[in-house]
Structures are given as structure tokens and as C-alpha cells.
């Protein structure tokens, strides 16, 4: 069974940084791309960042770049946003997927909240 768990959300002052991670468990991770999304109240859900299966490609939004950084570990089976110089706006709910044969799976999403 597929499984993708998101972690380390949380209230953060503007400015500051948060690592989300996204265990997987039921498919091959190494051979899958992931992806981090997020979804703002009231916003449609918006693609963050992506990297390939070994790590070689990311890309990111716009909104992220030089702040957001993502990476993967192929041993441990989990995936990462480091997320710095947050904003108000970076506030949503962050969600990691991944595709696998053209089927896509979701965890439940971890809260950020950037405030002060």
C-alpha cells in the first residue's frame, strides 16, 4: 500500500525556516519523482517544487525560489523542503506527492503557519 506522510509544519515568524520531510513507504521511492505542493485558504492547491528520482532535476515555483529547497533520500525513503526567509504568504498546507504508473498519491498534508 502507498504511503506518503508529510511532518515538521508549525507556527514560524516571518523570516524564519521549517524542514518538512515525507516518509514514503509501499512503492520503490528511488525509482519515483516527488513533488511538494501547498494549498492557502481559499487558494487553489500550486506546485512548490519537484525533483527526479536520483535527485539530478528540481525545479521550482516562482514564488520559492532561493528561499525553498528540496532533496531526497534514497536510503531512508523520505523526502524534504527546506523552506527559509518564510513569508505570510508561504502560509498553507503543504502536501507531497508522488506519480506513480499515472496514478497520483497524496499524504494528508502538514499546516504551515508563517505569523508573528
Known amino acids: 500500500q502507498v504511503r506518503l506522510v508529510e511532518s515538521g509544519g508549525g507556527l514560524v515568524q516571518p523570516g524564519g525556516s521549517l524542514r518538512l520531510s515525507c516518509a514514503a513507504s509501499g512503492f520503490t521511492f528511488s525509482n519515483y519523482g516527488v513533488s511538494w505542493y501547498r494549498q492557502g485558504l481559499g487558494k487553489e492547491r500550486e506546485l512548490v517544487a519537484f525533483?527526479?528520482?536520483?535527485?539530478?532535476?528540481?525545479n521550482y515555483a516562482d514564488s520559492v525560489k532561493g528561499r525553498f529547497t528540496i532533496s531526497r533520500d534514497n536510503v531512508k525513503n523520505t523526502a524534504f523542503l527546506q523552506m527559509n526567509s518564510l513569508k505570510p504568504e508561504d502560509t498553507a498546507v503543504y502536501y507531497c506527492?508522488?506519480?506513480?504508473?499515472?496514478?497520483?498519491?497524496w499524504g494528508q498534508g502538514t499546516q504551515v503557519t508563517v505569523s508573528s
Open positions: 506527492k508522488s506519480r506513480i504508473w499515472s496514478n497520483d498519491y
Open positions: 525533483i527526479s528520482t536520483m535527485g539530478s532535476i528540481t
